[in-house]
């Protein structure tokens, strides 16, 4: 059973426009989340995270939102650009446990299109 | 500052064949996690540590080994090499448990 989802395995965005990315989590002991950035042959990067005291967090192009309730968050990038072009994963952990272990959704590819 | 290593880069096994994965990070994290990330999938955890000595079993264990003797170090072992563990491997490490993870470039290990 899937902790974490995204939905859309793709997306495509022009440049300048704005991307959002969805994801969705069913444990709602989740209370931390994260989004991370990955190239080809490379490792994740981390992008951007939110704690679920908050609702907003917001870092230069990058904002997440977290709706508790829905049990729903959403990377938002403003504007886009051709290099944001990658895969995003969404993780979840829970402060339960020693190790506060990641879960990863499937991830999204966006394309950016100069 | 080299952050995460992974070594090799990339390996091709016959089916039996055994190996270790090396990964070594430079920033004194306490946690490193072992992934693999399968065609379309998200990242699974195979094992973690939360600090020389400690191990214990994430989520895809079996048909690995792993080990922590310092704090630099969590070499992967793959014993007995099947085709299932095909698979691109990452190593991460962090210095607060379930928060920001640095990963490694990732090592593409294929078994025929």
């Known amino acids: 059973d899937q902790q974490v989802k995204q939905n859309s395995p793709s997306l495509s965005v022009q440049e300048g426009r704005i991307s959002i990315l969805n994801c969705d989590y069913t444990n709602s002991m989740f209370d931390y989340f994260l989004w991370y950035k990955k190239y080809p042959a490379e490792g994740p990067t981390f992008l951007i995270s939110?704690?679920?005291?908050?609702d907003k967090n917001e870092d230069g192009r990058f904002t997440v939102f977290l709706n508790k309730s829905a049990k729903h968050l959403s990377l938002h990038i403003v504007p886009s650009q051709p290099g944001d072009s990658a895969v995003y994963f969404c993780a979840a952990s829970a402060s339960s446990g020693s190790a506060r272990q990641l879960t990863f959704g499937s991830g999204t590819q966006l394309t950016v299109l100069p | 500052n080299a952050g995460v290593t992974q070594t090799p880069k990339f390996r091709i096994l016959k089916i039996g064949q055994s190996m270790t994965l090396q990964c070594t990070q430079d920033?004194?994290?306490?946690?490193m996690y072992w992934y693999r990330q399968d065609p379309g999938m998200g990242l699974k955890l195979i094992y973690y540590s939360v600090g020389a000595g400690i191990t214990d079993k994430g989520e895809v264990p079996n048909g690995y080994n792993v080990s922590r003797s310092t704090t630099e170090d969590f070499p992967l072992r793959l014993e007995l090499a099947a085709p299932s563990q095909t698979s691109v491997y990452f190593c991460a490490s962090s210095s607060v448990a379930g928060h920001e993870q640095y990963f490694g470039p990732g090592t593409r290990l294929t078994v025929t």
């Open positions: 939110i704690s679920s005291i908050k």
């Open positions: 920033m004194n994290h306490n946690y």
